[in-house]
């Protein structure tokens, strides 16, 4: 059974700084790429950073770029979010998914909170 657990989520004020991490179970962590994506009130789900299987390769959408950073450790099976410069607007229950091909796997999420 796949798990994804993530914590590291909490209330920050704006320009502070969080590290969220992703702990994976199940599977072989290495064999599947990683994202984070968050969704705040009233809003769609939306893709915030990714990686590869090896960390190589990440992706950042325009909103977060330079101050989102996505990293793994394959021997720990964990993937984190290092968040700076936090703004009002990061408020939103982060989650991550593993992906390999059809295969989706979600988190329970951990709630973000930027206080202006």
């Known amino acids: 059974q796949v798990q994804l657990v993530e914590s590291g989520g909490g209330l920050v004020q704006a320009g502070g700084s969080l590290r969220l991490s992703c702990a994976a179970s199940?599977?072989?962590?290495?064999?599947?790429?990683m994202g984070w994506f968050r969704q705040a009130p009233g809003k769609e789900r939306e893709l915030v950073a990714a990686?590869?299987?090896?960390?190589?390769?990440?992706y950042y959408p325009d909103s977060v770029k330079g101050r989102f950073t996505i990293s793994r450790d394959n021997a720990k099976n964990t993937v984190y979010l290092q968040m700076n410069s936090l703004k009002p607007e990061d408020t939103a229950v982060y989650s991550c998914k593993m992906t390999r091909g059809p295969a989706n796997y979600w988190g329970q999420g951990t709630q973000v909170i930027v206080s202006s």
């Open positions: 199940g599977r072989t962590f290495s064999n599947y790429a």
């Open positions: 990686i590869t299987r090896s960390g190589g390769i990440t």
